[in-house]
T-cell receptor, first 116, second 111 residues
Framework: EAGVTQFPSHSVIEKGQTVTLRCDPI?????LYWYRRVMGKEIKFLLH????????ESGMPNNRFLAERTGGTYSTLKVQPAELEDSGVYFC??????????????FGPGTRLTVL | RKEVEQDPGPFNVPEGATVAFNCTYS??????FFWYRQDCRKEPKLLMS???SGNEDGRFTAQLNRASQYISLLIRDSKLSDSATYLC????????????FGSGTRLQVQP
C-alpha cells in the first residue's frame, strides 16, 4: 500500500514569491493533517481536514497560508507571499476515521521549504 | 513553558545498553500519548502508544504517569539501528486530533 506522498520534496524560493505544496494521503483516509517544523523548533500542527472540510485550523500562523482539499482527496498548502520565517519542513499526515478511539497518523516524507 | 518537554540529548550509549527517555506534558486534559521515532531527514513514524497501565513491545517499554504528567520510554539491549530521534507526542482529545510534539531526544548507539 502506498504511503502519504508529498510534492515537491524540496523548494527554494525568494521572499515574496508564492509556493504551493501538495499532499496525497493514503487511499481511503478521510483525515488529512498539515504540520511544519521550522528551524530549531518542534513539529507544530497547522490544520486538520475531514474529507474536504476544515475540522481544525487553529495552528495556521496567519492569512498568508491557505490550505485546500477540494474533492476530499489530495490537499494543497499555499504560502503567499512567502517570508523568511516560513522556511522549514512541511509534513502532511493522514489517518482513517475511527470514531471511538484515537487512530494512528501516518506521515509523508515532508517538503523542505527554503525562503531566501 | 513548552507543552511537551524533552531532554534533547544526545544520549550516546554502547550497543547492548539500556537507555531511558523522559517527557513531561503541561496539559492535564491530554488523553492520548505516543512515542514517535524520526530518522535523520525522514518523517516521524509511530513507535508505540503509551497507556496508563504501561505497555511493552519487544525491547521497548513505555510508561505513563498521569498524576505527574510524565511519560517514559525504556529501550533495552540497544541496537545500532535504534539510533534516531525519539519524539514524545500528546493528543489533547476533546474532539481535536492535532498532535503536540516535543522537540525530541537524540539517541546514538555506538558499536
Amino acid at each position: 500500500e502506498a504511503g502519504v506522498t508529498q510534492f515537491p520534496s524540496h523548494s527554494v524560493i525568494e521572499k515574496g514569491q508564492t509556493v504551493t505544496l501538495r499532499c496525497d494521503p493514503i487511499s481511503g483516509h478521510d483525515n488529512l493533517y498539515w504540520y511544519r517544523r521550522v528551524m530549531g523548533k518542534e513539529i507544530k500542527f497547522l490544520l486538520h481536514f475531514v474529507k474536504e472540510s476544515k475540522q481544525d485550523e487553529s495552528g495556521m500562523p496567519n492569512n498568508r497560508f491557505l490550505a485546500e482539499r477540494t474533492g476530499g482527496t489530495y490537499s494543497t498548502l499555499k504560502v503567499q507571499p512567502a517570508e523568511l520565517e516560513d522556511s522549514g519542513v512541511y509534513f502532511c499526515a493522514s489517518s482513517q476515521v475511527v470514531l471511538s478511539s484515537y487512530n494512528e497518523q501516518f506521515f509523508g516524507p515532508g517538503t523542505r521549504l527554503t525562503v531566501l | 513553558r513548552k507543552e511537551v518537554e524533552q531532554d534533547p540529548g544526545p544520549f550516546n550509549v554502547p550497543e547492548g545498553a539500556t537507555v531511558a527517555f523522559n517527557c513531561t506534558y503541561s496539559n492535564s486534559a491530554s488523553q492520548s500519548f505516543f512515542w514517535y521515532r524520526q530518522d535523520c531527514r525522514k518523517e516521524p513514524k509511530l513507535l508505540m502508544s503509551v497507556y496508563s497501565s504501561g505497555n511493552e513491545d519487544g525491547r521497548f517499554t513505555a510508561q505513563l504517569n498521569r498524576a505527574s504528567q510524565y511519560i517514559s520510554l525504556l529501550i533495552r539491549d540497544s541496537k545500532l539501528s535504534d539510533s534516531a530521534t525519539y519524539l514524545c507526542v500528546v493528543n489533547i482529545g476533546t474532539g481535536r486530533r492535532a498532535l503536540t510534539f516535543g522537540s525530541g531526544t537524540r539517541l546514538q548507539v555506538q558499536p
